[in-house]
């Protein structure tokens, strides 16, 4: 079996029994069932006691909790938790070690499973990737760095930090970029400063130290956790030079030189008294100060007028400005020159002139681009292993093949786009967006539909919002319309339904085909 983990999220509710049973009564040990995970389609469940160290024994012992995978036995020190933490922040604590030694029972899960049962005491499996992997550092010495570089500890660490976010998330709601930022160390905000946030913060600086691929990985999993964290907010940025300064590619200021213009042209990369003030400075009439620029219309996402030419637009002498581009990835879309880019029309064959009046269209599998709506932990799981498989996840029946929607033509449904039990949780529905060159079936306005494994290219996460607002700027071709992705099949359907000249690519290719009959 490959075994790939994703992000090990112990279940909620159990985890919440856990804590609250201890809050409310810990004097008395408790059993719970650990369960199997539902995406192994195996059932190995593993039963624990959760006992409670006495306040007598608690200085003893170091650790907040410890998992004994030998007697099936957490261990919760509430004592030391106590001296630490108290009212909200002791159950948030609670939560945070009790979550991170449950993920510890699932690497036992797991590792039991790989190795087809037995009693396993150390975890092989719900480890990071083989490249990622710093085997030199164990926690048994003692020493933090080590125990914070441990194999073991990267996927229960991980969730601490996810949880700690989640935690600050609620006396902040709509800060998750800037909480994930802090916690980066990209930004310095105070007000983020947490207990919970300590740790988490340390530790992805030693991943970032001594650790990198580990690094990347972590940030990777946080990010798509919380997928607003991932939009970038400018489809362009503008370089701007001074009065009487010269521009520059850089954006800030020049290396040895100042901003005060008074003095000589120092803004200026020019020498010493060599200023943009006493040379350089073109004439209005300058041809380089004139650029061609079509009554707008590419600033706006559109062709320019055909056959019309309006002339240069003069600039300035005072100053430059610079618009960039930069089409990578970005959220926001108030650049309709963005999508214009990046969206590729289907070619239209023909239509069958039938009572549903079916148009039909051709479109190459590696110009479009999809959506697929899944649980957010699942997509972790799905990038993880790159692909889509047919029906992988059982308890969501419905029809056998893998569905997406189009990014170029795909039109919003939510009521056929999420499906089953989906509906009731659509605030843990994420879509994972991506390219392929696994050749569709073909493609209707709700989805596409495969009935092969898709082999994912450049995925990523995204919320619902932001998959289902792309959708909603798609051109609506009509309500019965059937793409193809096959050429050989839209070669047909264009000499069946389309008009009496086919192209010379499908002639080619029809005259080939009545040669060889």
Do not use: C
């Amino acid at each position: 079996m490959k075994f790939k983990t994703s992000r090990i999220t112990p279940p909620r509710r159990l985890v919440l029994q856990v804590v609250n049973h201890i809050l409310g009564d810990s004097s008395g040990s408790l059993e719970v069932i650990v369960p199997s995970p539902r995406s192994l389609n195996s059932i190995l469940d593993q039963k624990i006691k959760v006992e409670v160290i006495p306040e007598e024994f608690s200085e003893k012992f170091r650790f907040e909790a410890k998992y004994q995978p030998t007697n099936s036995i957490l261990y919760v020190n509430l004592s030391l938790l106590e001296f630490n933490y108290e009212g909200r922040e002791l159950k948030q604590a609670l939560y945070k070690v009790v979550s991170h030694e449950l993920v510890h029972v699932y690497q036992i899960l797991y590792t039991r499973i790989k190795e087809k049962g037995g009693e396993v005491d150390t975890p092989t499996a719900g480890l990071p990737p083989l490249r990622a992997r710093t085997p030199k550092y164990r926690q048994e010495t003692g020493d933090i760095l080590d125990h914070r570089l441990d194999d073991t500890e990267f996927y229960p660490r991980l969730e601490d930090t996810i949880n700690a976010i989640g935690f600050v998330l609620e006396d902040f709601p709509g800060d998750a970029s800037d909480i994930v930022s802090y916690v980066l160390g990209v930004s310095r905000h105070t007000k983020y400063k947490s207990k919970h946030l300590e740790e988490p913060k340390e530790w992805l600086q030693d991943l970032q130290r001594y650790a990198p691929r580990k690094y990347v990985k972590a940030v990777r999993k946080i990010k798509n956790e919380y997928p607003e964290t991932m939009k970038r907010q400018s489809d362009f940025f503008r370089q701007v030079s001074p009065p009487d300064e010269l521009s520059t590619f850089s954006n800030g200021t020049p290396t040895g030189k100042g901003t005060d213009l008074e003095d000589k042209g120092e803004g200026s990369q020019l020498p010493n008294g060599d200023g943009a003030r006493n040379i350089g400075r073109p004439s209005p009439d300058s041809p380089n100060l004139k650029s061609r620029n079509l009554d707008r219309s590419e600033s706006y996402g559109r062709k320019p007028a055909e056959k019309q030419d309006f002339g240069y637009v003069h600039d300035s002498g005072s100053g430059s400005a610079r618009v960039i581009p930069y089409d990578s990835g970005f959220a926001n879309n108030s650049s309709p020159l963005r999508k214009a880019s990046s969206k590729v029309k289907p070619m239209f064959l023909g239509s069958d002139g039938s009572a549903m009046a079916y148009d039909f269209y051709f479109m190459r599998v590696e110009k479009d681009y999809y959506y697929h709506y899944t649980y957010r932990d699942r997509a972790d799981e799905i990038i993880e292993d790159g692909h889509l498989r047919p029906n992988f996840y059982k308890d969501q029946p419905g029809a056998k093949g893998v569905f997406a929607i189009s990014g170029s033509y795909g039109q919003v449904v939510t009521s056929l786009q999420v499906s089953g039990s989906r509906k009731e949780h659509m605030d843990k529905i994420v879509a994972i967006k991506f390219k392929t060159r696994t050749e569709p079936k073909y493609g209707y306005p709700e989805e596409v539909i495969w009935d092969k494994p898709v082999k994912l290219i450049r995925p990523e996460v995204v919320s619902v919002s932001e998959a289902t607002s792309d959708l909603r700027g798609n051109e609506d071709l009509g309500e019965y319309f059937k793409v193809y992705y096959d050429f050989k099949k839209a070669v047909e359907i264009k000499k069946e339904y389309g008009k009496p000249s086919p192209s010379r690519v499908a002639h080619r290719y029809l005259k080939g085909q009545n040669d060889e009959k």
